[in-house]
């Protein structure tokens, strides 16, 4: 199995920037991809950014050419990169880790806050 750990959140000015970091631990190997989301009051969880082991990048719309995500080169550890922050950013971001082990598995971490003051 494989757990992972954010860290990072804080408050920031509009217009500031923020570094998140996920840590996975466990069978890292079974990794297939890993991404982050987030999550504002009384709005759905939504997909921020995600990076498959090969690579591969994917971004919301809402944040390509603002966020940058990457990882360490281990495969263990990936970063949110988040520039030009704006207020509509703040939410409870949640690092994911998807692979297979046996059988598919999806991990979540237990989130951390960002928020953005205009």
């Known amino acids: 199995q494989v757990q992972v750990v954010e860290s990072g959140g804080g408050l920031v000015q509009a217009g500031g920037s923020l570094r998140l970091s996920c840590a996975a631990s466990?069978?890292?190997?079974?990794?297939?991809?890993m991404g982050w989301y987030r999550q504002a009051p009384g709005k759905v969880r939504e997909m921020v950014a995600s990076?498959?082991?090969?690579?591969?990048?994917n971004y919301a719309d809402s944040v390509e050419d603002r966020f940058t995500i990457f990882r360490d080169n281990a495969g263990s550890t990936v970063y949110l990169q988040m520039n030009s922050l704006k207020p509509e950013d703040t939410a409870v971001y949640y690092c994911?880790?998807?692979?297979?082990?046996?059988?598919?598995?999806?991990?979540w971490g237990q989130g951390t806050q960002v928020t953005v003051s205009s």
């Open positions: 990076i498959t082991s090969r690579g591969v990048t």
């Open positions: 466990g069978s890292i190997f079974s990794i297939k991809s």
């Open positions: 994911n880790a998807d692979g297979w082990f046996g059988t598919d598995f999806s991990s």
